[in-house]
């Protein structure tokens, strides 16, 4: 086991974080833990010789604020895991596009993994995970990678994935707010793409900057905030089938 690893993440409605915390506490007696989206902030270069990144799968994509904050980060030969984490339907490119970002960075990937977690808009997909069995194959692939790292390794882990890369999902519309809403900024304050403000007693969420990440919906302690219902109806259609899917982690050396 290491003495310490930084664990960079975007997590926001857990699920990212949970399973970067299980695969890093295997890793290393501490884990530093970095936070890729509060807004404003200065990411601070990695210590530890050993980094994991640990990000959400949009629409077979990495968000661009995890990529463009993993690109401010000098790599300089650390050895680094790779996490894309998604809500079973399908990570498509996002791992691909991860390892390349950070190894663009300096970083040489050790391994990578693509993980299931709920699902960020339909929460009954994928609901529950990671759970128990997930946390366990997770504990064993920290186990391998430890062992991987005992030894001396050339070349680049494979993973699945195409480029040009799939184009990112742009879906005209964002998150609402009820009536209950008592505007106590939280989701303001909460939101990685600063995309919501309140003004004149009114909550405004610009539809340019939004990525639909959900954690305003996932912070609101009113449950204020919701998709538009002919949008979430509209998701809920398109994975329905979704609901009964056990999906597999996939793991890569």
Avoid at 69 to 82: E, M, S
Avoid at 148 to 160: A, E, M, W, Y
Avoid at 197 to 220: F, K, R
Wanted: net charge neutral; hydrophobic share 40%; proline share 7%.
């Amino acid at each position: 086991m290491l003495h310490k690893i930084s664990l960079y993440y975007f997590s926001p409605t857990g699920g990212t974080k949970k399973a970067g915390e299980t695969f890093c506490q295997e890793m290393a007696g501490k884990v530093e833990v970095i936070d890729l989206g509060v807004p404003k902030q200065t990411v601070r270069e990695p210590e530890r010789e050993v980094v994991v990144f640990a990000a959400p799968v949009f629409g077979g994509r990495i968000p661009k604020l995890v990529t463009d904050k993993i690109r401010k980060l000098h790599g300089n030969g650390k050895r680094a895991v790779t996490l894309a984490v998604y809500g079973t339907r399908a990570y498509e490119d996002a791992l691909l596009e991860l390892n390349r970002a950070v190894e663009g960075q300096g970083f040489q990937v050790a391994a990578s993994a693509a993980l299931i977690a709920r699902h960020s808009i339909v929460p009954e997909v994928g609901a529950g995970r990671p759970d128990e069995k997930d946390q366990e194959e997770i504990r064993d692939f920290a186990k391998s990678v430890l062992e991987k790292l005992r030894t001396s390794f050339q070349g680049t882990v494979k993973v699945p994935g195409n480029d040009p890369y799939k184009e990112a999902m742009n879906m005209p519309a964002t998150p609402i707010s009820l009536p209950v809403c008592n505007q106590c900024k939280r989701c303001v304050s909460i939101c990685p793409a600063e995309a919501i403000s309140i003004s004149d007693g009114m909550v405004t969420t610009d539809t340019e900057a939004c990525i639909l990440c959900m954690a305003c919906t996932v912070a609101c302690p009113q449950g204020a905030r919701i998709l538009p219902p002919p949008l979430q109806e509209q998701m809920n259609e398109k994975l329905g089938a979704l609901k009964t899917v056990r999906r597999e982690n996939e793991f890569y050396l």
